[in-house]
């Protein structure tokens, strides 16, 4: 087994005070509980989630002072006493999940997200926009050697929220799901577990870019909000019988798309809610929700099983997820960016060595 010379203090990103701005300062190590492993964090992905809690967008507590992130990467330097199935030396991710109590109803049956006891990466606990982060070691996700860290860094979060939507959505093979949002960092990784499930994909969003990149990643069409004058009809002229999509993957992070869904969803669809705009409210017709029997729902992160089937069509190569690499200092230039519908897929944060 190796061993890891741990020093005391670190480097970190970290809000200081509620409506402060991001301090990049040296922070101790965290101490790890019984069961828990300490990961030496190499690379930390940046999500939209991240800066909602930057800014408290969400009417859920805290943890002030708070590091964020929730994508981290790297390898287990230490281990608590209670620590099973995972040694020192491992590669582990720390994901927003960070832990849950394993006895509730919801543990029991797989929805570990839902259980009261749980604990949030970068919201409730510190999380990986630090060199060391703490993590119940049954939660963290098991990386295989063999799979670049920097790489997956953005499939702990992004890349097992959309797959765990696709599967809530109950979309089969050679059926046509619509994914909103398409172009940025969690559409597309849903672009590319769609089309490795055999599913015909719509992509939705604004720009040339993003176009580009949801077609590159296996979008059949693209529909441009920005330019098109009746999204509605739009969206169902790209299926073959003018139905619409019989799934729809809401990404995005405006509320307008919300609004929308249930309009072009063909009957028997289902409408699925993922992005978390802040203080957005979904709407729809009854009567029309009721007669074409549409379903809506939310979905949430994935649990320890989702987590092993998302990276495994990683490992398997049927997913990359297109980063930019960036280092840690660099956050809040990222936050700005990503404020203003800049970014492109996803960034990846490098640790100081």
Same mark, same amino acid.
């Given at each position: 087994? =190796? ?8 480097w ?10 991001l301090?990049?300062?040296q922070?101790p190590v965290p101490?790890?509980?019984?069961n828990?492993v300490?990961?030496k964090? +190499?690379y930390?992905g940046?999500?939209?989630?991240d +800066?909602?809690?930057?800014?408290g967008d969400?009417?859920l507590?805290?943890?002030?002072p708070l590091? #964020?992130?929730h994508?981290g990467?790297?390898?287990v330097?230490?281990?608590?006493a209670l620590?099973e199935? $995972?040694?020192i @030396? ?8 960070n832990?849950s109590?394993? /006895?509730?109803q919801f543990?029991?049956t797989?929805?570990?997200? +839902?259980?009261?006891h749980?604990t949030?990466s @970068?919201y409730t606990v510190?999380g ?5 982060? /703490? ?10 050697? &063999?799979?670049?860290?920097d790489a997956?860094a953005?499939v702990l ?16 093979p050679?059926e046509t !799901? ?7 960092g969690?559409?597309s990784? /849903?672009?590319?577990?769609?089309k490795a499930m ?9 720009? &040339? ?14 529909v441009?909000?920005t330019k098109?004058?009746?999204i !509605?009809k &739009? $969206?169902? /002229?790209c299926?073959?019988?003018?139905? #619409?999509?019989?799934a729809?993957?809401?990404?995005a992070v405006?509320?307008k =798309?919300?609004?929308?869904a249930? *309009?072009y969803?063909?009957?028997r669809?289902t409408?699925v809610?993922?992005g978390?705009p802040?203080?957005a409210q979904?709407k729809a017709?009854?009567? *029309?929700? !009721?007669?074409?029997?549409i379903s ?14 998302a990276?495994?069509?990683f490992r398997?190569?049927l997913?990359k997820a297109?980063f930019?690499i960036?280092?840690? *200092?660099?956050l =809040?230039k990222?936050?700005?960016?990503m404020?203003q519908g800049?970014?492109?897929g996803r960034?990846v944060?490098?640790?100081p060595?």
């Amino acid at each position: 087994m =190796p061993s890891y010379e741990i020093p005391k203090m670190q480097w970190a990103q970290i809000l200081e005070k509620e409506g402060g701005s991001l301090v990049y300062k040296q922070i101790p190590v965290p101490q790890i509980k019984p069961n828990e492993v300490l990961v030496k964090i +190499l690379y930390s992905g940046v999500c939209h989630t991240d +800066l909602h809690a930057l800014n408290g967008d969400w009417p859920l507590d805290r943890k002030i002072p708070l590091v #964020g992130g929730h994508e981290g990467a790297g390898i287990v330097v230490a281990k608590g006493a209670l620590a099973e199935e $995972i040694e020192i @030396g491992d590669y582990a991710g720390v994901k927003w999940l960070n832990g849950s109590c394993l /006895a509730c109803q919801f543990c029991m049956t797989g929805d570990e997200p +839902l259980c009261p006891h749980a604990t949030l990466s @970068g919201y409730t606990v510190d999380g990986s926009f630090q060199q060391y982060c /703490a993590a119940n070691a049954a939660h963290v996700a098991r990386i295989p050697k &063999d799979v670049p860290l920097d790489a997956i860094a953005p499939v702990l979060c992004a890349g097992i929220t959309v797959y765990k939507a696709l599967k809530e959505s109950g979309i089969r093979p050679g059926e046509t !799901v619509a994914i909103v949002g398409a172009g940025g960092g969690l559409g597309s990784l /849903a672009c590319q577990y769609a089309k490795a499930m055999g599913v015909r994909i719509i992509g939705i969003d604004g720009g &040339d870019e993003k176009a580009a990149l949801a077609k590159s990643l296996g979008a059949e069409s693209f529909v441009d909000f920005t330019k098109s004058s009746n999204i !509605v009809k &739009d $969206i169902q /002229a790209c299926t073959e019988d003018g139905l #619409g999509p019989h799934a729809v993957v809401l990404v995005a992070v405006g509320e307008k =798309p919300f609004q929308q869904a249930a *309009e072009y969803v063909r009957p028997r669809g289902t409408v699925v809610a993922v992005g978390l705009p802040a203080g957005a409210q979904l709407k729809a017709p009854v009567f *029309e929700t !009721v007669v074409r029997m549409i379903s809506i729902k939310g979905s949430y992160v994935g649990g320890r099983k989702d987590t092993a089937e998302a990276l495994d069509f990683f490992r398997r190569g049927l997913i990359k997820a297109p980063f930019k690499i960036a280092p840690l *200092e660099d956050l =809040p230039k990222i936050f700005e960016m990503m404020a203003q519908g800049k970014i492109a897929g996803r960034y990846v944060l490098k640790m100081p060595e």
